[in-house]
């Protein structure tokens, strides 16, 4: 059984930086394409970031584009989203999520598993 746990969150000033990361467990990541989700104060969550199983390709919400950057390490099961330039939208509990395939598809409801979240804050 797969299992996630992400880390990396905390506060930071606009402008900052963070670099989140989630780390599989129970099973290699291999096969898995892997989503980043936020989830803002009184909203829905939205899709942030996708990877394909093979790294090679990647996706973006319009909004985080040229300032976010998703990777991962097949070797050592592990994920990570780098977030430059944040901003206060920014703000809000970040999940990573996986769904078995090599597509470069990231559907929230296709996502079978799911990390516990990190909350980040943007505020001056």
């Known amino acids: 059984q797969l299992q996630l746990v992400e880390s990396g969150g905390g506060l930071v000033q606009p402008g900052g930086s963070l670099r989140l990361s989630c780390a599989a467990s129970?099973?290699?990541?291999?096969?898995?394409?892997i989503g980043w989700f936020r989830q803002a104060p009184g909203k829905e969550r939205e899709g942030v970031s996708c990877?394909?199983?093979?790294?090679?390709?990647?996706s973006y919400t319009g909004p985080v584009k040229g300032r976010f950057t998703i990777s991962r390490d097949n070797a050592k099961n592990t994920v990570h989203l780098q977030m430059n330039s944040l901003k206060a939208e920014d703000t809000g509990i970040y999940y990573c999520a996986a769904r078995m395939g090599t597509a470069l598809l990231c559907p929230e409801r296709a996502m079978a598993y799911w990390g516990q979240g990190t909350q980040v804050t943007v505020s001056s």
């Open positions: 990877i394909s199983s093979s790294g090679r390709s990647t």
């Open positions: 129970g099973t290699t990541l291999d096969g898995y394409t």
